[in-house]
């Protein structure tokens, strides 16, 4: 089914020549501020390009952990979820709260101390060997690609066609060629700038959507009167198709019949959000590029309550769309949603783009096209850096064992382009999966796939018994386990409302939420049972790369682990290889500005656009990482900053209970 043969509000609300306006705007104001951060930081080396030079204030960071987080995705699924189940969804929101302070208190400081750059990285130094690395590596590829990218693509796609009525393969190109463009030329650095003005720019749009929505419907007692009476009039007979759930204001729900049973929300949402926020190369690479760790976990702290706005700005939205606009976003009979919004399955993910198309005047409409094209835009460039600091640094790498700082920044920036043109070739999947459960499917790799790496992190980084043995095949029977359930939700898909249940009882009785946590279980098992049964790890293997290690102090043997092969040209030289080294150096810098002048002005343009301005003999030698000395100083903290962050913490933690509480 193609959904742009279906209405769409934007036939009765065409965007005027102000939404234009301020669309046009908006991608001259990304533009200029990639520009601005291109011009402003030191993107001709690996940590300049991949980690912005470590040298990122709390704000940025935070705002860049929550526009990483919040893509198209939640803007259709978040206020889908609140039309059509209630307030359930937003448990993995405020889940997420917890998990991303972890992160700066628990998990930051240890990554930081082994001085890593990916998370793959950290496994083979924490285990040693490199199938574990590759394993991981190539796996974080995989979801990136078939979740990540298809939840934005699909969600993008939809908001586009639902609003714009723009051709889709145009809209996407365009967004995807100015997404690509600062990507590729500015690095990190230039996607944490973008990421913070995305965030003011989502937050600005949601926030006003939120008053009108609120002002429609009538205010807050008309939300908690309304919803649950939002029955649409046409419904399959004698099911319970279209009536809301009674527990649609809980959080905490039965643990044997409900949608989202307690216990599992509890336990098994968090140990797949513990691998997003604490282990993900997307959400700890921005971390690390923290200029001190007090700065990531002010980070943190800025991300973790901008994660309580979603429930009052997508979430509850998402459920007045459903009051005012019944009979079309709550539709129950498969032929009507059919008709409605192309999908015979519901409509309740067209819930967002109605209250943007139907009560926002002119000028504001273009601003909310603006919030849902920054959110496609701001994940979709997380997931193109990371993605492409991964494959250079764990695969590449591993492939080519001396690579010069040149040859990486090359690999990296091409392996951008070449995730572009996947998102493209995406476009046919994710239009064809609309109107049946492909989508619905894809989304569930990421629950089976995602507790075997919590759990190996875990182990890695609180156990020091834990050795690459228990590491490895902990993953593959965590893996193996979690792919045959994967295939029966394939073979088996869960009945609609209106249809018997007759799938086996694994799937019928087992909620995928205690599935995770059984799956955790067997993997910890193994990793326990092998570790103990095999040698273990060798002291370069636990020191500064566990939390009960992280100051150890540094020894020469540790220096000689961590100076792999292609990690770091000659780390001590005598007094008269600096001199000699610096004669050298001073003759290649005067044959390197010769070379420079005699470039064209084309080329040389190239290259600063690039962060790639020289290219002489210096550029030609293996990446240099920071000493271990360095690594471990950047775990001091100023006793006032760190005392500031601490109370946050207390504070943040304390609003986060309340809430829960409140709606439990």
């Known amino acids: 089914m193609d959904p742009s043969a279906s209405p769409s509000p934007s036939s009765r609300n065409p965007l005027s020549t102000v939404d234009v306006v301020v669309l046009v705007v908006y991608f001259l104001l990304i533009l200029a501020v990639g520009l601005w951060s291109m011009w402003k930081t030191k993107r001709s080396t690996v940590d300049g390009y991949f980690l912005a030079g470590k040298n990122m204030t709390w704000w940025p960071v935070g705002a860049s952990l929550f526009a990483s987080n919040i893509g198209s995705g939640h803007f259709i699924g978040l206020a889908g979820s609140g039309a059509a189940a209630g307030i359930g969804a937003i448990a993995y929101e405020w889940n997420g709260i917890v998990m991303v302070l972890l992160l700066g208190w628990l998990f930051l ?135 809301p759930r009674d527990d649609s204001f809980h959080i905490f729900r039965d643990p044997v019949t409900s949608d989202l049973p307690w216990p599992g929300v509890m336990i098994g949402m968090s140990i797949p959000s513990m691998w997003y926020w604490c282990s993900d190369q997307v959400i700890v690479q921005r971390s690390l590029s923290a200029k001190t760790l007090t700065h990531a976990k002010g980070g943190s702290l ?8 979603p429930f009052f700005i997508i979430m509850l939205p998402g459920m007045i769309s459903r009051i005012l606009y019944t009979d079309d976003v709550a539709c129950a009979d498969p032929d009507q949603c059919d008709q409605i919004c192309g999908n015979p399955v519901g409509c309740s993910d067209t819930a967002y783009a ?107 980084c609180f156990w020091k018994r834990a050795n690459e043995k228990g590491a490895f095949w902990g993953l593959v029977v965590g893996m193996l386990v979690g792919c045959i359930r994967m295939l029966l939700d394939f073979i088996y898909p869960a009945p609609l409302c209106y249809e018997d249940d007759d799938r086996p009882a694994v799937l019928k009785y087992v909620h995928y939420l205690y599935f995770s946590t059984l799956l955790s279980f067997i993997t910890l098992v193994v990793v326990v049972v ?135």
């Open 109 to 243: 400081p240890i990554y930081v101390a082994s001085g890593v750059m990916t998370m793959p990285e950290y496994l083979q130094r924490r285990f040693g060997g490199r199938r574990t690395q590759i394993f991981i590596a190539v796996l974080s590829l995989f979801i990136y690609v078939f979740t990540k990218i298809s939840v934005d693509m699909y969600a993008g796609a939809l908001f586009i066609q639902l609003a714009l009525q723009w051709n889709i393969y145009w809209a996407v190109l365009m967004l995807l060629s100015i997404t690509a463009f600062y990507t590729v030329a500015g690095g990190l650095a230039a996607v944490i700038y973008t990421d913070a003005v995305q965030t003011a720019i989502m937050l600005a749009g949601s926030l006003t959507l939120m008053g009108f929505s609120f002002a429609e419907v009538g205010g807050w007692d008309a939300l908690m009167d309304g919803y649950p009476k939002a029955v649409p009039s046409i419904r399959v007979p004698n099911s319970t198709c279209g009536i």
């Open 302 to 309: 800025l991300a973790a309550y901008l994660k309580m706005l």
């Open 354 to 460: 109605r209250l943007v198309m139907e009560l926002l005047p002119a000028g504001l409409r273009g601003l909310m096209m603006a919030v849902m094209i920054a959110a496609l835009m701001s994940s979709l460039t997380s997931i193109f850096n990371s993605a492409s600091t991964i494959f250079t640094m764990d695969l590449w790498k591993t492939f080519r064992s001396r690579p010069s700082e040149w040859e990486l920044m090359i690999v990296g920036r091409l392996f951008v382009l070449v995730l572009v043109v996947v998102s493209v070739l995406w476009i046919p999947i994710v239009q064809a999966s609309q109107g049946g459960q492909l989508f619905i499917y894809i989304q569930s790799i990421s629950t089976y796939l995602q507790p075997p790496v919590s759990i190996i992190f875990l182990a890695g």
């Open 530 to 664: 092998v570790s103990l049964a095999t040698e273990e790890p060798k002291p370069e293997q636990i020191s500064r790369l566990t939390w009960f290690t992280r100051f150890d102090p540094v020894e020469p043997s540790c220096i000689s682990s961590v100076v792999t092969p292609g990690r770091m040209h000659g780390l001590e030289a005598t007094g008269g290889e600096r001199d000699s080294n610096r004669t050298a150096s001073q003759q290649r810098s005067d044959s390197s500005v010769s070379a420079i002048h005699s470039q064209s002005r084309l080329t040389s343009a190239l290259y600063w656009l690039c962060g790639m301005e020289r290219r002489n003999e210096a550029s030609d030698h293996p990446v240099t990482h920071p000493a271990p000395v360095e690594a471990i100083s950047s775990l001091e903290e100023k006793p006032r900053p760190r005392l500031v962050v601490n109370v946050n913490l207390l504070i943040c933690l304390s609003v986060t209970a309340f809430l829960v509480g409140y709606w439990a």
